[in-house]
């Protein structure tokens, strides 16, 4: 092996020592050689030794034979290679001891030795093949394959002999490895007699006739044809079928013989249907078919129908699909028959587009586009606009693999690098399928990824189009106009992103070639495709509103905004400075925000900014006039409340602050006021966006247009009602409690009963006007706020108070549906916005707003008679801005505001309006709300006083208790600004409190860290919220202990559940600080703690909130849990065990054991009486027995023993005295039959008890003795009941004392008795 390293590593360099070989060599072998040569004789005959010696591994060596010989040029002596090829031949010929490794690295080595002793090898092979009466050994002759396959021109001068030996021994050779390797020789001669066809004149050999070497192929032909076609086994037909089609391709060349060929090829199809693995028939197939396209013979039409077929259903078959590799060479086969015969190619896939099934349809597409793409196919090229055509026709396909195989069929086409202009026609159908595939999803209500079909097809559409190449020359006359009509059709909005990269392209190369076109491009597009070009305003408007899109990425509002800015010189030339400015700006904030980041209204402001940017440099009206109608035309378009609509309402109002043409803008703000349909909300928000924007730069036209409506729509309005609607305006037919005008109730009455189905139809009518005009009158308010939030600063304060609120509140006081809760929410949208937008002016010098006291007056009325509504509405936000104006409420006023508002959040709904509103969302914001109004009062003015009136007039700090409940449950929650909110109310509550009751000197800094608990650090946030816990616990009165405990825990319907354990710490906290106030309260808390564990959610903090409470008051505790009685329910169950398995269970236990030891020891000899005591003592041994049953520890219980145990005996012994007096209706049995015991002898109560406590203190062999002595029995038996208390007293793990044994009443007489 050491040698077989070093030969190894000589190889490289014995490799390098080559030239160039030449079969002739072998005659120049004998001679002088360079020192080259001798290092390459010394290692071959090294080698060759190894192998005669039988040394090492033999495969190993032969492989390094061969590796040398691929370097050697023939400059062995002819003994090294008489001696290589004997010992290579001996091997391959072995019958037996010789491995089939060894054989095949033997052949391999004859093979790399005939590239330069070319002849030397043959004619030892040709000795083996003409051996008489003999057939080759396999190896032999799958060598011989090698030698044509490597060497094929070099081969020609020995296929005549070769063939001629192979056919003397056909008649021997039957089925197995032999015929395989024959029909390997077969394949590879003829394929080598094919080479040399092609290649003649390469060739080093007088060169050899055509028609003879066809003549020495065909009698092998014919009889591995008449003999071997038959074969059964699946390895032989395989065999079979190569060595026939490489002997067809040959013969194809003799035209006397092309007749049988074509037979031949017909059963070389029909091989599809009888072998399993199809691949080599197809690979046979191509073999042919290359052929046939070098020799240039026509194909018969019904075999080249044939070809198709098969081809067409092998890629069609679904129950046996080809792999992707097999799918490609089928295609090849196509495309290769298309370059023989086109015609009739192309004709037989158009047939089977019209006709066929699904998967038929399918693998024509493909054929089809793989014909499309190829660049060798000319004649088939020429064909191209009747498959178009005939693709068209199945463009409409429901089918998605059908529609699928069209847009591959597409991408073939494009990518083909036609300039013909009915090549590109097509691109127009990616876009319709992309509509299709997008209308689908819509219509089904489903999610891209609930169909994947779908979502396949419209990723395919996209890829295609990014994947187009419009590089190529004449591409802009080309795309240009097809691409550019389907930038503004709202369906095609997906496609923006790889359309705008062609057209971005597409643009660039315009304007590098100015005007003037090129020459050599293809013709321009005609005058119906430059009639569909969008116009330049529907392109800026439609590319806006895909930028302002909530898109899952950024990526669309990018593509959107590089179009615009590559398109710029079509939508207006005077654009091009400002988008140079503007566009890299938007596309850097876009850049810099992330899809959670980037904030909707923040981006939508930012291209409302750029669009009014953009029309400051046109001065044409014409043009900004154009946009505006373009805007509109896009709103009837888009659908009812989407994004989009609500987009272009906004930049409609842009684009008509922009006009300078004031009739036109005057025209458009009426035409929204009188056409818009209030009733659905979407479109009344709509019409306020138009028309508040428009007031940015045209106030006071646009603030005279809704005056002027607003006037002629209450006359109209009053003038149509006089006749039909006066008498629902009357008071005296108004009725507080009902929900509409009782004129209205009793018409629809009369309408019934009086069966008329006029008067029923007109009463319809009416309440639809009505339910307009209420709707027309809320908008207007909504649109007079906006138009203060959107008008000009300097201009404002000159009109917001007499025309602007006062319009206002005439509209609100004109309901005629009282109650309507969209306009009261109007109503307060309105207050806020306008008061918001006074102190947006900043400096308002001496502006007092006159109408003030009137809109606080209105508020104050609705939250009065609706406090739940006016939570939900949120009017304390429309009180606090209102309360920041000028002139300033009265002290007097700002304590009743307060008191109106502390109010309705305390009086709060009831239960069955709870469930029917998202409570949690409506008390979060009610609150949140609440907050900012009492932060904004009670600054200035933090006193006793106020506070007395805040809370209860009269009865000063009656609700502290349950304000700071309600307050506490806020400081929990994960909003940020409730939470903020809520912190600030309690420093004031508490500040008040403390100079109330003269308490809490710490006050004043618990209210300022009230004021700052925003720490970004989680620890120091947790700190500072635990000190204010504790010191507001300080402060509530002991009286107001349950009313805090109660506002905390009904909290929980309206919390998160995430919150509730924050909650529950300030339960905690209290029961820890407040300990020694509460004394007196503990049953009340007990309660209140007891039944919020009925939700099992706050179960364990119930639970751990007792376990507080009994650690400092642990008597109050277990006689409140002793007053319920029996039975004793879960819950009372899981207490006693919560108990007993906490640190002071043991104290519990001893406190059990003192109640039951002093139970019935002030008897009065009453029934009533002797019932109270019998409860009691049941109550307690139920308890003990749970408490018992959950310990941790036994020692402790041990010592507790002689106080328990003589306690349990002796009630059971006195139960039996009863028993044993006969007494009819005993105190014990009163409470069996009244259900408050389940068991009939109350004695056996008892005894359980001790059996309990005895199980868990007494070894497990002791209690075993006792069941055996039969104890219990005893026990239970009045007069056994003396003895079965000695045997268990003097039980060995039990220390109970005489003077306790003689307590339970068992005397002398029952004998000693010793259980051990």
Known sequence: MRRMRVLRALCPCLCSQSRPAHPEDEGRAKGTVPPAVTTFADVGTSLIKQLQDHEGDRVETYRELESILQGDNGCLTSGVVNRLIAEASRDMRAAQ??????????????????????????SELQSHLKVMGKVPDETVLL????????????????????????RTMLSRVGSGRILRAVCSVLEQWSKGVNTYFCNREHCPFPRNGQAQLCEDIYPVFRYVVVNWLGCEEEEDKQAVLGAVAAMMGVLLHAEQHQEHAWEQLLWLLHQYQEV?????????????????????????????????????????????????????????????????????????????????SEAGRVAALGLLGALAHSDDAPATREKLPQVVEAVRSVCNDPSASVRRAVLEFIRALLSSGSQSCWAWDVVGHIFNEFSRSSGRLVAGGLFAWETPEEGALQALCVDILGSLDVSLRGMTKLLWPRLLQY??????????????????????????????????????????????????????????????????????????????????????????????????????????????????????????????????????????????????????????????????????????????????????????????????????????????????????????????????????????????WKSMREPTLWDGNSSRPQSSQLEERLGELLGGAQLNEELVQRRQNMERAQATCAALMRTYSGIALRAPKEQLLTRVDKEIMGNILRLSSCSLWPQDLQLKLALVQSVTEVSSAIQAVGDCGSFELSLKQEATQTLLDWIKGEPWDSLVYGVFQALEELSKLRPPLSREENRNLLSVCCQSVLSGPSKER???????????????????????????????ACFDDVVHRGRPCKQFGSLVGLLGTLTSDCLATSCQRAWVCLGYLLQMQAKTMKVVPQADEIRCLCEEPNSPDTKTLADSCATIAKGVCKCIPPAQATDFLTALLDSFQRVRPTCVKAVWKWVFVFLVECRKEILQEVPKILNTLYSSMQQSTHRPFSLHAVFLLTRFHQEPVISSLL?????????????????????????????????LNRAGNNRLGCEQHNRQTAL???????????????????????????????????????????ERLLSPVSSWRRLFLEGRVLEEKPCRLFLLAVELVLGRCMADKWMRLLMNRAVWARLEDPLAHPEGVCLLTSAPDLDITESAVKELGVGDEAGPRDLS
């Open 97 to 122: 001891g010789v491995t089939d490794d060894v054989k095949t690295a033997a052949s391999d080595v004859l093979v790399a030795l005939a590239r330069s002793h070319f002849h030397f090898v043959m």
């Open 143 to 166: 060598t011989l394959g090698k030698m044509a396959r490597s060497y094929a021109l070099w081969c020609i001068p020995f296929v005549g002999m070769t063939l001629l030996a192979l």
């Open 276 to 356: 399993q693995d199809t691949a080599p028939v197809t690979k046979s197939l191509i073999y042919v078919l290359e052929t046939l396209e070098g020799v240039q013979t026509p194909i018969p039409q019904g075999t080249a129908l044939a070809i198709s077929t098969a081809a067409h259903r092998q890629l069609s078959d679904v129950t046996n699909e080809p792999g992707p590799a097999h799918k490609a060479v089928l295609s090849r086969c196509i495309v290769l028959q298309a370059r023989i015969c086109p015609e009739e190619t192309v004709m037989f896939l158009h047939s089977q587009l019209n006709g066929g």
């Open 487 to 724: 930038v503004v059709p709202a369906q095609y909005s997906g496609m923006l992103i790889p359309l705008s990269r062609c057209l971005q392209a597409l643009a660039e190369r315009r304007e590098r070639a100015g005007c003037a076109e090129e020459e050599e491009e293809p013709d321009a597009a005609d005058s119906q495709e430059q009639a569909r070009l969008p116009t330049p305003q529907a392109l800026l408007a439609r590319l806006l509103v895909v930028a302002a899109a909530p898109h899952e990425s950024g990526e669309r509002a990018v593509a959107a905004l590089q179009l615009l800015q590559a398109l710029h010189g079509r939508i207006h030339r005077a654009l091009g400075a400002v988008w140079a400015t503007e566009i890299p700006l938007l596309l850097q904030y876009l850049e810099g925000n992330t899809e959670i980041s980037l904030a909707s209204a923040e981006w939508e402001h930012c291209l409302l900014k750029f669009l009014r940017a953009s029309l400051e440099p046109i001065e044409d009206k014409a043009w900004t006039v154009g946009l505006s109608q373009e805007l509109s035309q896009q709103l009837g378009t888009s659908a009812p409340g989407s994004w989009e609509k609500l987009f272009l309402y906004k930049a409609l109002g842009t684009a008509l602050a922009a006009c300078q043409d004031l009739r036109h803008v005057q025209g458009q703000v009426l035409r929204f006021l009188q056409e818009t349909n209030p009733v659905e909300l979407s479109e009344a928000q709509g019409m306020t966006f138009v028309v508040s924007h428009t007031a940015k730069s045209h106030f006071h036209l646009v603030l005279d247009t809704v005056t002027m409506f607003t006037t002629a729509f209450t006359r109209g309005w009053f003038c149509r009602t006089s006749m039909g």
């Open 914 to 944: 709870m469930n029917k509103v998202r409570k949690t969302l409506l008390h979060r914001r009610g609150m949140e709300d609440l907050g900012h109004l009492i932060e904004t009062l009670l600054e200035a003015e933090a006193t006793s």
């Open 1123 to 1155: 007053q319920k009685g029996l039975p004793m329910d879960s819950d009372t169950v899981e207490l006693w065990r919560s108990l007993g398995r906490s640190t002071f269970g043991i104290q519990v236990l001893r406190c059990l054991a003192e109640k």
């Open 1176 to 1218: 009691e003592t049941l109550t307690i041994t139920r308890a003990i027995s749970e408490v018992v049953l959950a310990l941790r520890s036994t020692e402790e219980l041990k010592q507790l023993l002689p106080q328990l145990l003589p306690s349990l005996l002796r009630w059971a012994s006195e139960t039996l005295g009863e």
